[in-house]
């Protein structure tokens, strides 16, 4: 077993790290509203929901399940993190399965993808014959289409449908490699210093806490 205080340590390091992930995502969010506030189609907006549906139709976009035998949840084809800097606009959010969207989460941390340009394509390109070894992702395609033949063309059919629903929106694509240019440089910065602010942070609360309460330790 672990001793207590490094587990404690560890539980502060992920607390720091939660605190920089926050951040990320509070802007991540912000800039979404922003920059799309003059787009021709809204986010939520009933045409939107209706692009989705012409797109997708009642299948979760990646392994092609049917709505009605899975949990679907709202799931964002550049991750909002750090290392994929997705934003929350038209053309980039779409409703998927619970486990695909969970399985893709292995991509999308990745700092440097190396089956393609963007997490959720690297997501839908194991198919089977690319990784050195069978990764879990191969694995789940491998689980979800067994006959090679077919997971093959299922994976690369679903992927060009992808690209072609967000094709559709002009101003996303207008943005987007500017977006992939300049924002995983920022925010790896930005990541860094709110944890080093966190960490300074907590020390210098330690220390006024110390000195105004009296108390030792
Ligand atoms: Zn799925
Ligand atoms: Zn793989």
Known sequence: MKHPSSQLRTATRRAKSDVANKLISMFLHELSQSISRTWKVKIGSA?????????FGNLCPYCSCEMADATFIVEHL???NRLRAGLHVPGNVLVACKRCNNEKRRDDSLTVLSLAASGWESFLSHDGTRCKMLC???????????????????????????????????????VLPALHATLPALLAKSYLECQVFAETEIKSLLERFRATSGVQF
């Open 78 to 80: 550049d991750g909002m």
């Open 47 to 55: 045409e939107y929901v209706e692009m989705v549906r012409e797109a």
């Open 136 to 174: 879990p992702t191969c694995k789940y395609w491998a689980a979800r289409w067994s006959d090679e033949a077919e997971r093959k063309s299922r994976l690369s059919e679903n992927l060009l449908r992808i690209r072609l629903f967000r094709n559709r929106f002009e101003e996303f694509q207008t």
